[in-house]
């Protein structure tokens, strides 16, 4: 099983390595085989060579992310409501999302799922 202290630290180093522009630290928190579905729905991202494309096209979108809430830990899973802050189409946005990060016994996500669509899009100023 894995520790739920080191399953909320992999939460915040997600958010740091947006802040840090480093699609290679969210790699680093990903296992060989994970899976990544942003939004749900969406055609998935399997294995590392997938999900780093994902992660750099997304980081080069100058995205940040913010926490707006505790992370949730049960079992393998963690849980946690964040907002994404991005020029999107010409205009800032903030795209308000929950996360979940299912890990293996070795800390490691192996599966990233995404909940947000249309309307939980909203313009800034």
């Given amino acids: 099983m894995p ?4 399953m909320e630290a992999a939460v915040h180093e997600y958010v740091a390595a947006f802040a840090a522009h480093s ?3 969210v790699i680093a928190l990903y296992a060989e085989d994970a899976v990544v579905e942003d939004p749900i729905g969406t055609p998935r991202h399997e294995g590392l060579a997938a999900i780093r ?3 750099e096209g997304s980081i080069a979108t100058g995205a940040t992310l913010e926490l707006t809430g505790p992370v949730r830990v ?8 964040f907002s994404v802050h991005l020029a999107w189409q010409g205009a800032k946005q903030r795209i308000d999302v929950i996360d979940t ?3 293996n016994d070795d800390n ?3 599966e990233m799922r995404a909940y947000w669509g249309p309307t ?5 100023s």
């Fill in 23 to 25: 699609a290679e630290r």
């Fill in 53 to 55: 494309a994902f992660y």
């Fill in 101 to 103: 990060f299912r890990f």
């Fill in 74 to 81: 049960v079992q393998d899973t963690a849980a946690f409501a």
């Fill in 108 to 110: 490691k996500v192996v």
């Fill in 120 to 124: 939980n899009m909203h313009a800034q």
């Fill in 3 to 6: 520790d739920p202290a080191k």
